[in-house]
């Protein structure tokens, strides 16, 4: 399986084309080193056959003999002014098999024979002719045993065979970890990212951070993260059209109602002089105000497009405070009705969107607020943070008169979880999509006549 994937593949095209680049290097060193190792015999038996005719042919046949050995030859023959003569001979052991002209220098029959001497049989003798070397002569012929060249050769290969294998496990071994580094961990990263994603389209902290200074790599990340917010931006518009399509029919029917009582009122207006007239005005007044309300908000469901949250890290107290500071002064005159109490550690960080974050707060704390003022009793709010194993946990808890049985029953649906007169419900279904666009969730815990507590759970900084 481990050669079926990128890096398995990448490690045997490299390991395969060392060895081929080696094997170009292999066949001509072989050449090389037969060519040296024959032409230096050449020299050794032109030496010794230099100290036998210094010596005028005076050597004992002992002293000839040990001459031959040291060169490693069987017969030395050398040419000097036209005259082809015999210097050193012993007796040959076999015929000779092959004759070598080393002033030949061409490459190719020199790799040819050099390949073919790894493989001679024991026992084969071969004639060498080359040039004596300081003009010594015109020609010198060498007949020698082949065995010592051919081991020498084949423990040289195996040395240069060796060599390369380690050069290329070396080489592959590097270029194996320089793509896995450059190339192969930031695809990997990249899938991971796109199966993340898939998990949870809408989680925010699952869209890839392009951090790539490879730039292909760097150029297929963004691309992505284009896709991914394009992708989560279109799944939004989808659950708020399906949302939208459900309430249409409710909407059309609540909007019949209400033009219908509209229009009684407005006929009436026309028709009489009763000085109850002046009283129905307002309703008229009010009930248009409500179709157009409801329109309104519709039609902004429909269209409102939230962008993907951009996470930053800070500190959440602040936010708190100047919240709960905006709300006493909207108050007004309902300040002395409601307390505001702030549980949030100081030190307390989030990795989210600080403007997400606050108008999802705000819109928590605010229907506290107006449910508590409604009722005309004191009360209080609390806001509490802290981080637990799950995640961070905001809680905004109330002392109001607890959210109606239909509230609870529909809180996080558009157009049905309304708890005021005339309310909509959209505010905690964006509440909740805001949420989750960070990977969390918003969550009602508790709604009773001693009051009611929403919970927010964001997920520990990656």
């Known amino acids: ?85 015999l210097v050193l001979s012993s ?82 071994a590097l270029l194996f970890l320089s793509v896995q580094r450059l190339i192969v961990t930031p695809i990997r990263r990249v899938v991971r990212s796109m199966a993340t994603y898939a998990k949870a389209p809408e989680d925010a902290r699952s869209l890839i951070v392009p951090d790539s200074r490879v730039t292909e790599l760097r150029e297929a990340e963004e691309a992505l993260l284009h896709l991914q917010e394009d992708l989560m931006k279109a799944l939004r518009q989808k659950e708020r059209l399906a949302q939208l399509g459900g309430a249409v029919a409710r909407v059309s029917h609540d909007l019949r109602n ?12 026309e028709r009489s002089d009763d000085p109850k007239v002046a009283r129905a005005a307002p309703k008229l007044l009010n009930s248009l105000s ?76 605010r229907n506290a607020r107006q449910a508590i003022e409604a009722t005309g009793k004191q009360g209080c709010i609390e806001v509490t943070a802290r981080d637990t194993e799950e995640g961070t946990a905001i809680r905004v808890i109330d002392t109001g008169p607890g959210l109606p049985q239909r509230a609870r029953e529909n809180l996080f649906a558009a157009f049905q979880g309304g708890a005021r007169k005339g309310g909509t419900g959209l505010g905690l279904v964006i509440a909740a999509e805001l949420i989750r666009g960070h990977g969390g969730a918003l969550s009602l815990e508790r709604s009773d006549e001693e009051g009611t507590e929403f919970r927010i759970l964001l997920p520990h900084s990656m």
């Open 1 to 85: 399986m481990f050669f079926r994937t990128l890096s398995g593949r990448f490690l045997l095209l490299t390991m395969i084309f060392v060895l081929l680049a080696e094997v170009l290097i292999f066949v001509p060193y072989v050449a090389r080193y037969r060519e040296d190792y024959l032409l230096t015999r050449v020299e050794r038996a032109q030496i010794a056959s230099l100290a036998l005719l210094a010596s005028d042919g005076q050597i004992s046949d002992k002293l000839a003999e040990e001459l031959l050995d040291t060169a490693g030859v069987y017969n030395v023959v050398l040419r000097r002014d036209a005259v082809r003569e």
């Open 91 to 172: 007796p040959v052991p076999a015929p000779v098999s092959a004759t070598y002209d080393l002033r030949d220098g061409s490459i190719w029959p020199l790799m040819r024979d050099g390949l073919a001497a790894l493989f001679l049989p024991d026992n084969t003798v071969i004639r060498l002719i080359g040039d004596p070397v300081q003009e010594a002569g015109l020609l010198i012929e060498v007949t020698m045993n082949a065995d010592p060249m051919r081991d020498s050769l084949q423990d040289y290969a195996m040395r240069i065979l060796v060599l390369s294998l380690i050069i290329s496990v070396a080489t592959a």
């Open 258 to 269: 209400i033009l219908s009582t509209a229009s009684l009122l407005a006929d009436r207006i």
């Open 290 to 365: 409500r179709a157009i309300s409801l329109c309104e908000s519709t039609l902004a469901f429909g269209k409102a497009e939230e962008p993907p949250p951009r996470l930053t890290q800070f500190v959440l107290r602040p936010m708190v405070e100047d919240l709960v500071e905006s709300e006493t002064m909207a108050a007004g005159d309902g300040t002395q009705l409601v307390e505001f109490l702030v549980d949030v550690p100081a030190t307390l960080s989030l990795r989210a969107d600080p403007e997400q974050i606050h108008r999802v707060l705000t819109n928590l704390v």
